[in-house]
């Protein structure tokens, strides 16, 4: 069965770092393109960033770019969302999913979703 399932959430203090992680089963990572999502509360899911075939990554927007890295480790097919210098404003559900990387990186463009993690950045 195709999954993905999204882990390394948790609590985090403004400038704090996390790292996020997204395995999959039932497809080689190394030959999709995926992209991290994130649901803050009470606001629609949104883009943040995704990384095509050839490993290269678009965002969304400016606001995570320099703070976040999208990396694919073949070996354990996953793909990681390293996330420094977190603000408050990074509070949500963060998912992963499969679909087409593009520069805006829209939900409309993937259809295999993980669960999400929460990740709070609080003091």
């Known amino acids: 069965q195709l999954q993905l399932v999204e882990s390394g959430g948790g609590l985090v203090q403004p400038g704090g770092s996390l790292t996020l992680s997204c395995a999959a089963s039932?497809?080689?990572?190394?030959?999709?393109?995926i992209g991290w999502f994130r649901q803050a509360p009470g606001k629609e899911r949104e883009g943040i960033n995704c990384i095509d075939s050839d490993n290269f990554t678009r965002f969304a927007g400016d606001s995570e770019e320099g703070r976040f890295t999208l990396s694919r480790d073949e070996a354990k097919n996953s793909v990681y969302l390293q996330m420094n210098d977190l603000k408050p404003e990074d509070t949500g559900v963060y998912y992963c999913?499969?679909?087409?990387?593009?520069?805006?990186?829209?939900?409309?463009?993937?259809?295999?979703w993980g669960q999400g993690t929460q990740v709070t950045v609080s003091s």
């Open positions: 039932g497809v080689r990572l190394r030959y999709q393109y």
């Open positions: 999913a499969m679909g087409i990387c593009t520069e805006s990186v829209s939900l409309h463009d993937y259809e295999i």
